[in-house]
């Protein structure tokens, strides 16, 4: 079972109580799949539903609860496919339906849960609808957001709407006949039309898609750009007319009322199955207070934190981060939900290896910022550890990025005509955009790719791999014990051992630069500061670096304690 790189098919191991719990969202580890970047089975240069099917039992050995997979859907691939051209298929060059339901009963059987991605803002615009829609067909149109253009001659944009990605969020149409037409909105890139959400057929389809997979025993749904279904109504000019740098602005796009009364509607679809489905949402709002009216009883059960991926490294951001999370989530009686990377931010790793500002970190311009400052990698890859232990000793649930186990970095130095993410071409090649946390993995062996693709593949991975990827295979980490990924292992273990049920967070008192929290007899402390602090007594657990002694907490480190029983 416990082979990196390993072709072995998981049996179920009497794991299979924890697929029963109907709660076990509320503390559950979720490891998120970028699956064009996990495994490769057929060697195109692409992951695919064959190479993750095939790797389950690292995820095993891992010891996460659930899975979410990144959009496995048909789609052109504008970006990475979240411009999906159909809701009820798989992308032929990741597997068929078919796949992805040996998939599903192979992950069930080890234990682990699946949560799909679901993409509501937008379509493709090759799906069949937005076809329908160009061509003129009026019932099809007015499922997307179609304007005439202002101006004297009508051919300025509707409004100042920017995409996230850079460039306008409107691109004008041709009609039939060739003349200029409408223009339709597109908040992401022009492949990726915006639904018209207040159209009852946008819905009804919705609502259907859900069905359709829950059906098929998937355990829930992450919803992309949750909180921009609903535009405010007559579409007026935003007064910070760039909605996807600054997620904190007010934008008429985002966080608008109506947008509740949809999540209604799905959680009595998740709430009708036996056991119930879950949701993630991913919700960028300007505070903790506006995310948690997207978490009441009769909403979305989680959505993530972002504030707390935002957060430097630095003890006195992530406090008052945790808290008011804590307490918003509290006031709905939902469990706040930990995320410190994922496909659309930079690697934590560097995140952490260049100076930490005081406040939270906005993740697109600092792309550009940020890479002009050298990067102590070794420096980011300690605080990574010692980030990780933290998120993991908190109530609520928390999220793995793939490869955060291995201590990948940032790849920041993508050739500019290998780079794929539309945020790159779309800002004018003023921001480098997303490629550099999405790179396949690095499974085995001393060169690309890594074990990712199989020998004699026939393309190189879709993105270039780091030679120095080499150190950080699975393969190279397997069995040794100062390694990431086998902290990530002990983590994981010790936190469903010791943190399941353990509670409360309460604060303890610390010197300046320090975190420290107890949760019944376990209790966290992680040093963010410059200087060694000292310990109180306990029995270390976990230590996310090596200490001097039991009772001394270098800089950069994290170690977990359980009171009551005398030092080790
Ligand atoms: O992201 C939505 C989002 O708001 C961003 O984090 C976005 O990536 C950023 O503003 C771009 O600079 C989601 C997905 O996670 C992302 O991968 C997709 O590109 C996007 O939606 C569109 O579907």
């Known amino acids: 079972m416990d082979v990196p790189g390993g072709t072995t098919a998981v049996t179920a191991s009497g794991a299979d109580w924890r697929v029963r719990d109907p709660d076990w969202w509320k503390t559950a580890v979720v490891y998120q799949v970028y699956i064009r970047s996990f495994a490769d089975s057929d060697g195109d240069g692409l992951g695919d539903l ?17 899975l979410w997979i990144n959009p496995w859907y048909p789609s ?14 798989i992308e032929p060059a990741f597997g068929t339906l078919a796949d992805s339901e040996r998939f599903l009963a192979e992950t069930h059987a080890a234990g682990i849960r699946v949560l799909l991605d679901i993409v509501p803002n937008h379509t493709s615009s090759e799906h069949a609808w937005f076809v329908a829609a160009l061509a003129g067909d009026p019932a099809a149109r007015a499922r997307y957001v179609f304007r ?3 101006g004297p001659a009508g051919d300025e944009a509707p409004n100042n709407w920017q995409s996230s990605f850079g460039g306008p969020a409107w691109t004008r149409t041709k009609n039939p006949d060739g003349t200029p037409g409408d223009f339709y909105l597109h908040l992401f ?36 750009v949750a909180h921009g279904l609903v535009k405010a109504g007559g579409l007026p000019d935003a007064p910070d007319p760039t909605p996807g740098s600054n997620h904190s602005a007010p934008h008429p796009a985002w966080d608008q009322e109506g947008v509740h009364e949809i999540y209604r509607g799905w959680r009595r679809i998740a709430d009708s199955y036996d056991p119930p489905r879950v949701f993630v949402g991913e919700i960028w709002a300007a505070d903790a207070e506006r995310l948690a009216r997207y978490l009441r009883p009769d909403e979305l059960q989680t959505a993530f934190q972002f504030d707390f991926l935002r957060a430097a490294f630095r003890s006195d951001v992530q406090r008052r981060v945790v808290d008011e999370a804590t307490r918003t989530a509290a006031v709905v009686g939902a469990p706040s939900t930990w995320v410190l990377s994922n496909h659309d931010v930079v690697r934590h790793v560097t995140r952490y290896a260049r100076s930490q500002p005081d406040g939270l970190v906005e993740s697109s311009w600092d792309r550009a910022r940020w890479s002009e400052e050298p990067a102590d990698l070794d420096l980011g890859r300690t605080r990574g550890r010692a980030a990780v232990m933290l998120t993991l000793a908190l109530p609520g649930t928390a999220y793995v990025y793939q490869g955060e186990e291995l201590g990948l970095d940032e790849v920041e130095d993508i050739p500019s005509d290998l780079r794929q993410d539309p945020t790159w071409w779309q800002s004018g090649h003023t921001d480098p955009g997303r490629d550099g946390c999405r790179v396949p993995l690095p499974w085995s062996g001393d060169s690309s790719p890594f074990g990712f693709s199989p020998d004699g593949a026939s393309r190189a991975p879709w993105l270039p791999q780091p030679a120095a990827w080499s150190a950080l295979t699975a393969q190279a980490q397997e069995g040794v014990a100062d390694s990431t990924l086998t902290l990530y292992r002990e983590a994981l273990g010790l936190r469903r051992e010791h943190l399941t049920d353990a509670g409360a967070l309460e604060w303890l008192d610390s010197p300046e630069g320090v975190l420290a929290f107890r949760r019944g007899g376990f209790s966290c402390h992680v040093n963010t500061g410059v200087d060694p602090v000292v310990l109180p007594a306990g029995r270390v657990l976990l230590a996310s670096g090596p200490l001097p002694s039991a009772d001394v907490l270098p800089r950069d480190t994290a170690v977990w304690l359980l009171a009551g029983t005398p030092a080790a």
């Open 50 to 66: 064959e190479g993750l099917r095939r790797k389950l039992p690292h995820l095993s050995a891992l010891g996460v609860d659930a």
């Open 76 to 89: 052109p691939m504008v970006d990475a496919g979240y411009d999906v051209a159909d809701y009820r298929d």
């Open 148 to 150: 005439p253009g202002r």
């Open 189 to 224: 890139a022009p492949g990726q039309p915006d639904l018209d959400w207040s159209n009852p057929e946008v819905v009804a389809e919705f609502e259907d898609v859900l069905r359709f997979w829950f059906d098929r025993g998937v355990d829930g749904f992450r919803i992309d």
